[in-house]
């Protein structure tokens, strides 16, 4: 017997129900398990299903505010997610959006004009995604909160391409009864390691608040680079960091961030922890925290991280693997499927106004690389 799809409201900040088809290269399968994957791991192959193998669906809300009424229904959406083209705008008026019950009935046009107050809904089946771990370790628990371990690889918070292969997700699945669980703060998708969850508000109000304003919060990471560091001590590197502009020597603006004079004030302690062969295992400490600030650091230093698609190997290199996905000759030139950075260690004020360390093991991934 058929069941009713699952409907899964999307939170309010993600624009991950806009696209109407996933388009993706031939040459590349975005569906297959990563080089090397545990297979009795939960890889979220099927978690767009419900039971009866029929595809769930992701609703987003639109809701009108006074100060877009009278706009038209097609400008209106665009607010909302910025990334569609007009054409897209108009299949999803077309295919997608409806008003929400209780808010009138009638065919949407492009030309409808909103009114303040008005509640739409975008209503969608929900799509394969690629594959993610999404089995994650709780390295520490109390009544307030969690320190989790995440696997590389499980992005943390909804995108165009993920919505149930996410930490947010998982979480929930995971912890169906306690609804105020919280993400305090960020770590890319790659990266693997410490990341705090609050279980209340309040925890979550002191936590993302230290973590915000970097109080009495000390992160340690542990990366495998490429070379021997001379930092058998510890040393610093203090070298300003900026997001790539138009015009700079790059190919690519907005996303690379550069070191050099006109940036933000960025600051890593840095220590050469282990040696082996071609790498080394490096500690390091932020003391200020930019966008890729790690990664952006070692690379400039002469020792970029291991599978580093952005600062490792070159514009064109990390071009290639958006173009053709890890292909064998990319593989082996990044050595690892993903850049070898670990949230290893974590201190940060517990809600209870006591300080709280956690610490995550290094993977095994990493580990291989020093053995």
Same mark, same amino acid.
């Given at each position: 017997?058929?069941?009713?799809?699952?409907?899964?409201?999307?939170?309010?900040?993600?624009?991950?129900?806009?696209?109407?088809?996933?388009?993706?290269?031939?040459?590349?399968?975005?569906?297959?398990?990563?080089?090397?994957?545990?297979?009795?791991?939960?890889?979220?192959?099927?978690?767009?299903?419900?039971?009866?193998?029929?595809?769930?669906?992701?609703?987003?809300?639109?809701?009108?505010?006074?100060?877009?009424?009278?706009?038209?229904?097609?400008?209106?959406?665009?607010?909302?997610?910025?990334?569609?083209?007009?054409?897209?705008?108009?299949?999803?008026?077309?295919?997608?959006?409806?008003?929400?019950?209780?808010?009138?009935?009638?065919?949407?046009?492009?030309?409808?004009?909103?009114?303040?107050?008005?509640?739409?809904?975008?209503?969608?089946?929900?799509?394969?995604?690629?594959?993610?771990?999404?089995?994650?370790? +709780? $390295?520490?628990? %109390?009544?307030?909160?969690?320190?989790?371990? !995440?696997? =590389?690889?499980?992005?943390?918070? @909804?995108?165009? &391409?993920?919505?149930?292969?996410?930490?947010?997700?998982?979480?929930?699945?995971?912890?169906?009864?306690?609804?105020?669980?919280?993400?305090?703060?960020?770590?890319?998708?790659?990266?693997?390691?410490?990341? +705090? $969850?609050?279980? %209340?508000?309040?925890?979550?109000?002191?936590? !993302?608040? =230290?973590?915000?304003?970097?109080? @009495?919060?000390? &992160?340690?990471?542990?990366?495998?680079?490429?070379?021997?560091?001379?930092?058998?001590?510890?040393?610093?590197?203090?070298?300003?960091?900026?997001?790539?502009?138009?015009?700079?020597?790059?190919?690519?603006?907005?996303?690379?961030?550069?070191?050099?004079?006109?940036?933000?004030?960025?600051?890593?302690?840095?220590?050469?922890?282990?040696?082996?062969?071609?790498?080394?295992?490096?500690?390091?400490?932020?003391?200020?925290?930019?966008?890729?600030?790690?990664?952006?650091?070692?690379?400039?230093?002469?020792?970029?991280?291991?599978?580093?698609?952005?600062?490792?190997?070159?514009?064109?290199?990390?071009?290639?693997?958006?173009?053709?996905?890890?292909?064998?000759?990319?593989?082996?030139?990044?050595?690892?499927?993903?850049?070898?950075?670990?949230?290893?260690?974590?201190?940060?004020?517990?809600?209870?106004?006591?300080?709280?360390?956690?610490?995550?093991?290094?993977?095994?991934?990493?580990?291989?690389?020093?053995?």
């Amino acid at each position: 017997m058929s069941t009713s799809p699952t409907t899964s409201k999307l939170p309010d900040d993600v624009d991950a129900v806009d696209d109407l088809e996933v388009e993706v290269e031939a040459a590349v399968d975005v569906f297959t398990l990563p080089p090397g994957a545990d297979p009795t791991l939960d890889w979220g192959t099927t978690s767009h299903l419900d039971a009866d193998g029929s595809p769930k669906i992701v609703e987003r809300h639109l809701h009108v505010p006074p100060e877009l009424a009278g706009l038209r229904l097609d400008h209106f959406v665009k607010t909302q997610i910025t990334r569609l083209s007009r054409t897209k705008i108009q299949q999803v008026i077309e295919k997608q959006l409806r008003r929400a019950e209780g808010h009138g009935g009638g065919a949407l046009k492009p030309a409808t004009t909103v009114v303040a107050g008005e509640h739409y809904v975008i209503r969608r089946p929900a799509r394969q995604e690629p594959p993610c771990p999404r089995t994650f370790t +709780v $390295v520490l628990s %109390d009544p307030r909160l969690y320190v989790i371990d !995440k696997p =590389a690889g499980l992005p943390v918070h @909804a995108s165009a &391409k993920f919505y149930f292969n996410t930490l947010t997700r998982v979480l929930g699945e995971r912890f169906p009864d306690e609804p105020e669980l919280q993400i305090c703060h960020r770590l890319d998708r790659e990266t693997s390691g410490c990341l +705090v $969850v609050a279980r %209340d508000r309040e925890a979550a109000i002191t936590i !993302k608040g =230290a973590f915000a304003t970097k109080t @009495a919060v000390t &992160k340690e990471y542990l990366a495998v680079v490429h070379g021997q560091p001379p930092w058998d001590t510890e040393a610093t590197i203090d070298v300003p960091l900026r997001i790539a502009q138009p015009g700079d020597p790059t190919l690519l603006p907005h996303i690379r961030m550069l070191p050099g004079p006109g940036g933000l004030q960025a600051i890593t302690r840095v220590r050469v922890e282990q040696r082996h062969g071609e790498h080394a295992l490096v500690r390091c400490t932020l003391v200020t925290g930019r966008q890729h600030q790690i990664r952006a650091h070692l690379a400039h230093a002469g020792f970029p991280i291991v599978g580093d698609k952005l600062y490792a190997h070159g514009d064109e290199a990390f071009m290639r693997f958006c173009d053709e996905g890890l292909v064998a000759d990319l593989a082996a030139l990044f050595v690892l499927p993903r850049h070898a950075l670990h949230a290893a260690r974590v201190t940060f004020p517990h809600p209870d106004r006591h300080k709280l360390t956690a610490e995550a093991p290094l993977p095994r991934d990493l580990m291989t690389l020093l053995t």
